[in-house]
């Protein structure tokens, strides 16, 4: 963790492997983190204000990109090797809907496109 202000770290919070994308649901409530090979088929959810991780997700081989809605409250994770996109509920880690795509890799939503200046 980083105070914003300073730039300097305050903390680090024990994850299970090496981040490779750590992304910010949109309300700054909830960071979802995915990892490197051996640990590719994980993502965990951190509770920002508690600065503890709430939950340990096993969507499917090689969990490559995660992309938020909108208002956050769903988070589609592109899981390569296991040819699936997978919904999950933000606020319960549940998921909603298992679409089959051949070997997905990024999501990209048009509303951070846009914040993004494209």
Partial sequence: MVD???WNEVTRIPVAGQPVFVMARPDGRQVWVNFAVP???RVQVIDTPSQRVVSTLAPGKAVMHMEFAPRGQSVWISCRDSHQVQVFDTH???LQATLSVNA???IFFTARAHR???
């Fill in 4 to 6: 914003t202000t300073t």
């Fill in 39 to 41: 640990d590719y088929d």
């Fill in 92 to 94: 319960t880690q549940q």
């Fill in 104 to 106: 997905p890799s990024g």
């Fill in 116 to 118: 993004m200046g494209l």
